[in-house]
């Protein structure tokens, strides 16, 4: 690589050219997937496990029997000694941690093996419960939430009246009130509702207050010149001048509220893909473990680059202003 090319790609605050953004934006997934491949595919790098193919004479020994390489080299020992036969078997890694190639059928069988209890969900009606979830638990944040925080930037009236409480509030952890929520609730979708409330509501009040205090103030100074009064600056300069970063804002906030998804889902949950994960835990079965994990990652990105392209034909000068 030249020191020309070096320079471009590592200069500072300058943007890529398109292709070599495309090109790392696949290596940042194909990196960690080949270290995964690596890990789950050559036995010399780290398989701490042995597989058991023949038991030899060991009596505790089963085939397909995961156990440590120590405790295996140990037994083989042992029957070295006696002449005895020996077990065999392949190194492995542990049970919770399946390659890819079964994580990737797991994607298939998770929406397509009937659930062992009749009163368990699909894995399809588990990611639409939790995702009703998401949407209900974010969208009576924000109804609540953008309007204080608009506010709150706008008028230091309201700036001292919410945000030193919600200042408080926003270090007070969203599953302390797990308990409390199930309580007064029950034990279906209201808590999980209530805890992503708590948790993306406060956090949405400070973030859109503080967007709010960035807007251009000779926007406001042109505004009065020309004879604007508070309503006419609230709703015709404040609130059209921050809509991009609003935007941007509330794209950032939903991804926080799909982290306190699991959270949400741990208490008094029989439903949502955190429920079907645990009960895929309990059997073992951890391939679709990871594919579930997997999809709401899935979920989350896909929603936030459909939110992304809709917010360019939204607010197209802001792409013209980047452009530039």
Request: proline residues 6%; charged residues 15%; hydrophobic residues 50%.
């Amino acid at each position: 690589m030249s020191a020309r090319s070096t320079t471009r790609w590592f200069a500072v605050r300058r943007e890529l050219p398109p292709k070599t953004r495309f090109l790392m934006t696949i290596m940042s997934f194909l990196v960690p997937l080949i270290l995964w491949s690596l890990i789950s595919y050559v036995p010399w790098l780290w398989h701490p496990k042995v597989e058991i193919s023949d038991p030899g004479d060991v009596s505790y020994f089963k085939q397909g029997m995961l156990v440590d390489s120590d405790l295996f080299d140990k037994e083989s020992l042992k029957l070295e000694a006696t002449d005895k036969t020996l077990p065999v078997g392949t190194p492995a890694n542990p049970i919770y941690l399946p390659a890819p190639h079964e994580v990737a059928v797991a994607f298939y069988t998770a929406f397509t093996t009937e659930p062992k209890r009749r009163s368990e969900m699909w894995l399809h009606e588990s990611l639409w419960n939790s995702i009703q979830v998401i949407f209900w638990g974010f969208v009576l944040s924000s109804i609540v939430g953008v309007p204080l925080g608009v506010m709150a930037g706008t008028y230091d009236f309201f700036a001292r009246l919410f945000e030193p409480f919600v200042e408080f509030f926003r270090y007070l952890p969203a599953p302390a009130f797990g308990a409390l929520a199930v309580a007064i609730m029950g034990i279906h979708d209201a808590p999980k509702i209530a805890i992503i409330f708590i948790g993306t509501f406060f956090q949405q009040v400070l973030v859109v207050s503080n967007t709010t205090r960035k807007l251009d103030a000779s926007l406001l100074e042109a505004a009065q010149t020309l004879g604007a009064n508070n309503k006419a600056l609230l709703l015709k300069v404040v609130v059209p001048g921050i809509l991009p970063d609003l935007y941007r804002d509330m794209r950032i906030l939903l991804g926080w509220a799909w982290t306190y998804l699991i959270v949400a889902e741990l208490i008094g949950a029989s439903s949502g893909i955190t429920w079907f994960i645990t009960q895929q835990a309990r059997y073992k079965n951890f391939d679709n473990v990871f594919a579930a994990i997997m999809m709401i990652g899935i979920l989350g990105l896909t929603t936030d680059l459909i939110l992304a392209a809709l917010g360019k034909r939204i607010f197209p000068w802001e792409r013209q202003t980047a452009g530039a």
